[in-house]
């Protein structure tokens, strides 16, 4: 049982209501909590964080493994849940998945390391170290630096969203956001 009650359908505003009721897409439990934000803020929050699924340029893989370091670093086991569903699904091998969960992200490959290694940072320091910055910026250029930070703020603030209010577990797993897509 959730922390926070899920909203009432009838005591959110028409937008909202519309959106329950749109057929084009599956309803996670994170995303009905977050219905309690007051409706100026959940449309921006709602769109930003379709878009870091839509309009992301990261490539998928390199993608789970920075939201699977927010999601570790926040334990976060809502996340967990869905991405490392996602993460298999991919393709990635359980030593990477294992190389997140306990931090050793030397033993993954260089664009894997940089992305862990910067997203670790910014998560527990707010900012990177030097090195860090100049190793991911060489590898991925600048608009990818800041499509990072943007995708590490929604996965942080979800992680913190599911843990307030106590979202349970949905009972299947995202399994792939293509799929997730074409369902509508």
């Known amino acids: ?71 570790h670093l926040s334990r976060s086991g809502y996340e967990l849940h869905h991405h490392l569903s996602i993460a298999r699904n991919l393709g990635m091998e359980e030593a990477v998945l294992g190389a997140l969960e306990r931090g050793d992200y030397a033993a993954l490959g260089e664009q894997e390391r940089a992305v862990a290694r910067f997203t670790a940072e910014v998560v527990r320091d707010v ?12 590898l991925f250029g600048d608009p990818m630096i800041f499509e990072m930070i943007a995708i590490i703020g929604v996965y942080m603030m979800t992680a913190r969203v599911a843990a307030v209010g106590g979202c349970e577990p949905d009972q299947t797993a995202v399994s792939s956001w293509d799929r997730e897509k074409a369902a509508g």
Request: net charge negative.
């Open 127 to 138: 900012s990177p170290s030097d090195a860090t910055l100049d190793e991911a910026r060489a």
């Open 1 to 71: 049982m959730s922390r926070i009650p899920y909203p009432e359908p009838s005591d959110l505003s028409d937008a909202k209501r519309a959106f329950l009721a749109a057929p084009s897409h599956r309803l996670l439990n994170v995303v009905r909590m977050a219905l309690h934000t007051p409706d100026g803020l959940w449309e921006r929050q709602r769109d930003l964080s379709a878009a870091t699924v839509l309009m992301s340029s990261m490539d998928p893989m390199l993608r789970e493994v920075l939201i699977l370091t927010v999601a």
